[in-house]
């Protein structure tokens, strides 16, 4: 049992959100991580304000941007068409999360941005997809790029009153992805992992690459590959990018699954097979 | 009324019930002790082992996740419902192949395979790995589990005695 007291509210609009948030309140989506938190009373709001009944589990395409709902789980990306053609980075990303069916049906996108956590699937696959959250809070709704949300493990620039309640981004059908990620089991959280994304022009060069490393730092790390645009991708193209990633390293993560200097020597290899699934996918 | 108690509605297994639970109850532990429900098991209460997996309104998810109270009215079936008038052909096979000694993984691991071959009735081994990757075992070690769902699978709608030869 969660040993601290709490008001259970379950508001069925945004506004309604939005107006049961306040500094000593929780905000509570697929709780997976902030009911076993609570339970080990590691938090302990005095309100717990539960995002389901918001209607926010939507995904849509508008003018070719794929828009998501924050309570969308990883089962609801699998299950998409919209998802499968306009990110499929995302469907790859999604199949590989731990914990089984069970988990992916109850994980949400919005819950594993918001938390931050730096070993997540989510926050970099968000960066390397170029995603804005769609936030709401007493001013109203603005949207914010996924990559400046973050502030540190678990520390986002999202204020006691503000929400999550969506998240949009460009189409990236023409691109080829790679995802991998490191972990030491199967029922592990990743040590590292890596996204990449990568569009040829009509002659075959890079006209758009990106590369984004999530558990090596504590936020996720973009790494600039403006080194191998117009060129094609090649090796030295592949050797090329995974220096300019190993360059991009300063502070890495440690954590209980691994320290910092494992993170640093695994962050090259990671980043190559991710570089060398999106390479090879250019041929199809 | 004692102001952390409130009314929980749940259809489980099929019957129409409710219960007075306590509000910081999790889902699991109102199963258990306000529905006498005890086929989900505490495990690790952070949804590592899935001991305590049942299916929510259709989806299968680890019942110590959830806070008892934010499921009012949702449709709950345990382990108890698949045994309804005898072991289902799946149980059967795990009885038949040893795949459990002392139980506390079988709500996570039946339904996991369930969920599975609902979409794929003919998973290879890599598949049925993936599909109960989120739950623990500490008796068997795993492959006598992925055996028994493996041979359920071949022989289909197989009867105790086919999948005991």
């Known amino acids: 049992m969660i040993p601290t007291r709490f008001e259970y509210l379950a508001p069925r609009s945004v506004a309604g959100l939005v107006a049961a948030l306040d500094e000593e309140s929780r905000l509570l989506a697929g709780g997976t991580w902030v009911v076993p938190e609570m339970g080990r009373a590691e938090s302990r709001p005095r309100r717990v304000v ?47 999360v731990t914990g089984g069916a069970a988990l992916r049906n109850q994980a949400t996108i919005g819950g594993s941005v918001a938390a931050a956590r730096p070993q997540s699937d989510v926050p970099a696959a968000f960066v390397a997809l170029r995603a804005v959250a769609v936030v709401s809070g007493p001013a109203g709704t603005h949207r914010v790029p996924v990559a400046e949300l973050f502030l540190g493990a678990g520390r986002t620039t999202l204020a006691a009153d503000e929400v999550i309640t969506g998240f949009e981004m460009p189409s990236s059908r023409t691109s080829t992805h790679g995802y991998v990620k490191l972990k030491r089991g199967g029922s592990s959280w990743p040590i590292a992992t890596a996204a990449t994304l990568l569009r040829l022009d ?24 403006t080194a191998i645009l117009g060129r094609p991708p090649g090796d030295e193209e592949l050797d090329a990018a995974v220096t300019q990633a190993t360059a991009a390293l300063s502070a890495p993560w440690t954590d209980v699954l691994a320290p910092g200097d494992y993170r640093a020597t695994v962050t090259a290899p990671v980043a190559r097979r991710a570089l060398t699934m999106a390479w090879a996918n250019t041929g199809e | 009324m004692d102001d952390d108690l409130t009314v929980l509605e749940l259809t489980v297994n099929g019957n129409r019930r409710t219960a007075t639970v306590d509000r910081r109850e999790l889902l699991v532990e109102a199963l258990r002790t306000r529905f006498g429900i005890t086929g989900p098991k505490i495990g690790c209460l952070t949804g590592d082992c899935g001991a305590c997996t049942v299916r929510l309104d259709g989806l299968i998810t680890k019942s110590c996740l959830h806070i008892a109270v934010a499921e009012d009215r949702a449709e709950i ?45 003919k998973p290879n081994e890599d598949e049925i790995r993936q599909a109960i990757s989120g739950n623990l075992c500490r008796c068997t070690g795993y492959d006598a589990i992925v055996t028994a769902i493996k041979r359920y699978a071949d022989r289909g709608s197989a009867t105790v005695e086919d999948v005991a030869q």
Do not use: H, K
């Open chain 1, 50 to 96: 539960d995002l389901r009944r918001a209607g926010l589990a939507r995904i849509s395409v508008e003018r070719s941007r794929l828009c998501l709902g924050a309570m969308c789980t990883y089962s609801d990306l699998l299950a998409s068409e919209d998802v499968a053609r306009y990110a499929p980075l995302l469907r790859t990303m999604a199949t590989g």
């Open chain 1, 202 to 225: 009509d002659a075959g060069r890079c006209e758009d690459a990106c590369l984004v490393l999530g558990g090596v730092e504590e936020v996720p790390l973009t790494v600039d590959l």
């Open chain 2, 77 to 121: 079936e345990t382990l108890e419902s698949m045994s309804v008038g005898g072991l289902t052909g799946l149980q059967e096979s795990f009885w038949d192949n040893n795949a459990f000694q002392c139980g506390y993984c079988l709500s996570g691991m039946l339904f996991s395979a369930a969920e599975l071959l609902e979409r794929d009735p």
